[in-house]
């Protein structure tokens, strides 16, 4: 990867870079070895873990800060969202192409905005990432090594935050807020059971067990997400802090 | 029994997939589809029900494909992973039910063409490898061969220079014919080395498509022959087997003489196990 070589006040996009008036290499070294300026932070967990709302307020926070902050969702890319939809609808998904169009979306992202994004400084945040992949795919029985190497593309985040939950919360939280559970969310083209909570309970469970395993092999940071809001945005908060040190501020020109 | 490229999709069970998986590949504008259009009558007249697919028909992605591709942005992971879910797609729900049914599969283009494409603008290798590691490993594949002083002549007087064709998404300047060309090039130089690696069976493709015809005719008429050989010994064996099975010796009576192993069913008396309506659909 090769590193963005741009002068103090140069505009991309929408965006103007403030950097030090020092040297115009982008420094210091960021904290991590990834090659590009930029952070990324991105949140895992089942539904129902809270994570979507600890991001939210992280956004939140680093924009008061200062920073330049883009945000990008799970199944979100404006080329490939109709495809996926439209496999969702018909049901025409088995667990080799729910693996490949979700990995079609996101490399859509990577491509279009994530990379470049973290190439121009900002700090990047995903709602889901890869390991979302790992847990689910693997969960419908699609080899373990297959879609780690599917996503060898994806960019290593600066923080993976997991947000741990014990599986009856999920659920209790899941059950309360909808009326009902959706089709492969519930896993119920697994067959596992006809009764969708039934089925859902079952195959968050297989991906409560994936996450677990991916702890310690991607170093996810733990945090009990059955912990008051507050408790773990403050986690969060002071976990990000220490790699923005150093971070471009992008600000939006008014 | 057939194999895959090294993984197993769930579900997919190897023991069933009787049919001919049979590849056309080759480059833009090599003859390929003119080639299918003559086979596919051709296998059907000779009894063969025949499907035939080809890239971006698959009811998921298919049209997702088409739409991503108008808009001229579509970067090279992406590009290959869309391709791939269309492959599996296809692969899943078109030619494993259909070898399963006896089908001979024709299908334009496989997943060479798409390895050749990705390898081209610069994906790595072992990446798109490892995606196609879960396709089944065709009975026969069919380059289409022609070099680039030939496809430019094709191109031009059929349907004109095509942005994608001429790779143009790797941004190599303003002239086409000149993208054209170097792409076309760069593609026939990563299908020679596929070629050799997976073995391909090369047609010079440079003759009247009459005489490529000819020449596919003969060789494909070596494999179906063959899946009918294997068919009917099968069918034999079987019935041995069953025979001997019933006449399994009594220890309280008098062994049975066995009756004459029927003789194997002429060529033209074997019933087919399905048929096709002559679009390749089930009935």
Request: with cysteine; proline share 7%.
């Amino acid at each position: 990867m090769g590193e963005m070589n741009t002068n103090p006040g140069v505009r991309i996009g929408p965006f103007e870079i403030f950097l030090p008036a020092r040297p115009v290499v982008p420094e210091p070294k960021p904290s991590n070895d990834a090659g590009h300026p930029g952070r990324l932070f991105i949140v895992e967990g089942i539904d129902g873990s809270g994570k979507s709302t600890q991001l939210s307020l992280l956004h939140k926070w680093l924009e008061a800060k200062g920073y330049g902050v883009v945000f990008s969702e799970w199944n979100s890319s404006p080329l490939v969202k109709d495809t996926t939809k439209l496999g969702k609808k018909k049901k025409m998904l088995t667990p080799a192409t729910f693996s490949l169009i979700h990995c079609t979306d996101f490399a859509d992202r990577t491509e279009k905005s994530i990379l470049p994004l973290l190439k121009a400084g900002a700090v990047v945040l995903c709602d889901r990432y890869c390991y979302t992949a790992f847990a689910r795919d693997v969960a419908r029985g699609m080899d373990r090594k297959w879609v780690r190497d599917l996503y060898d593309f994806a960019v290593r985040p600066t923080v993976a935050f997991y947000f741990r939950v014990p599986l009856e919360t999920a659920i209790g939280r899941i059950t309360a807020a909808r009326d009902c559970l959706k089709f492969y969310e519930a896993g119920l083209d697994l067959g596992l059971s006809d009764d969708p909570i039934e089925s859902f309970r079952k195959f968050q469970g297989r991906i409560l067990d994936e996450y677990e395993r991916m702890i310690p092999e991607f170093g996810l940071t733990v945090i009990d997400a059955t912990l008051p809001v507050e408790v773990q945005q403050s986690q969060v908060r002071q976990i990000a802090k220490r790699h923005l040190e150093g971070a471009q501020e992008l600000r939006i020109r008014p | 029994m057939r194999e895959t490229y090294g993984r197993l999709l769930p579900g997919m069970k190897l023991s069933d997939l009787a049919g001919k998986l049979i590849v056309i590949e080759g480059t833009d504008g090599a003859g390929r589809t003119t080639q299918i259009n003559l086979l596919k009558p051709w296998l059907e007249e000779l009894g063969h029900a025949v499907l035939d697919t080809g890239m971006t028909r698959s009811p998921l992605a298919g049209d997702g494909i088409r739409r991503a591709k108008e808009g001229n942005n579509l970067g090279r992971v992406t590009q290959s992973l869309f391709y791939a879910t269309d492959f599996v797609d296809r692969l899943e729900n078109e030619i494993a039910p259909a070898l399963r049914a006896g089908f001979v599969v024709l299908t334009d283009r496989y997943i060479y063409s798409l390895m050749a494409r990705a390898i081209v603008r610069g994906v790595d290798p072992a990446w798109i490898r490892s995606i196609y590691s879960v396709a089944l490993k065709p009975d026969a594949v069919f380059y289409l061969r022609v070099g680039i002083d030939q496809l430019v002549p094709r191109v031009i007087f059929s349907r004109g220079f095509d942005y994608w064709e001429s790779g143009m998404d790797l941004h190599p300047g303003h002239d086409m014919y000149e993208g054209f060309c170097n792409y076309q090039k760069a593609l026939l130089t990563e299908f020679d080395r596929l070629s050799a690696e997976f073995g391909f069976d090369v047609v010079d493709a440079s003759p009247d498509p009459k005489i490529v015809f000819a020449s596919l005719k003969a060789r494909i008429l070596d494999l179906v022959d063959d899946s009918q050989k294997s068919y009917l010994s099968r069918q034999v064996e079987e019935t041995i087997d069953r025979i001997s099975r019933t006449i399994e010796p009594n220890r309280f009576y008098a062994v049975p003489t066995p009756p004459e192993p029927s003789a194997p069913t002429p060529m033209r008396n074997v019933p087919r196990f399905m048929n096709s309506n002559g679009n390749g659909q089930h009935i």
